[in-house]
């Protein structure tokens, strides 16, 4: 059976810079919207996601007031954490925030050419920022290490 992260664990594995997963309860009748997206976290934060405000996500986040963010880890041990609670607040970026953000994701020299690249039509990104409240976890690392 996998093993639960420590609160330290898990925090430090949300902080890495890796694609989530967002879930958002949709429309009656839908199923969940589920859609990949950058974000940003440190260690006792909260969690911050970007978007532009006229997308099915950010209305639906705003409807339900909350999303969940998922990020796993496939290559080598296998984990994941995931992470939900409510939305305290959401407000414009600049593009020095679109561009911090890009540069988590994107090597030097293409996280600045991405941010140029797409300034006219992201200028008006919001960031969306939620309160960790409840969280889930697995590590598989012990699994693997009697495996081997």
């Not at 405000?53 to 041990?77: S, T």
């Not at 296998?78 to 953000?101: F, I, L, N």
């Amino acid at each position: 059976m996998a093993r639960k992260m420590t609160k330290e664990e898990r925090e430090a594995f949300l902080a890495r810079p890796q694609v989530g997963v967002l879930s958002v309860a949709a429309e009656p009748g839908r199923a969940p919207l589920t859609t990949p997206i950058w974000y940003r976290y440190e260690p006792g934060g909260d969690v911050v996601v970007m978007t532009s405000p006229g997308a099915r996500k950010a209305r639906l986040i705003e409807e339900a007031g909350r999303f969940a963010l998922c990020v796993q880890q496939q290559d080598g041990v296998y984990k994941y954490v995931s992470v939900e609670g409510p939305v305290v607040r959401s407000s414009p970026m600049t593009k020095a925030d679109r561009h911090e953000m890009a540069a988590r994701y994107l090597p030097p020299g293409a996280s600045e050419a991405y941010t140029d690249a797409t300034d006219e039509a992201h200028a008006d990104n919001i960031e969306i920022v939620m309160r960790p409240e409840r969280w889930n976890t697995a590590d598989f690392s012990d699994i693997t290490e009697r495996l081997s």
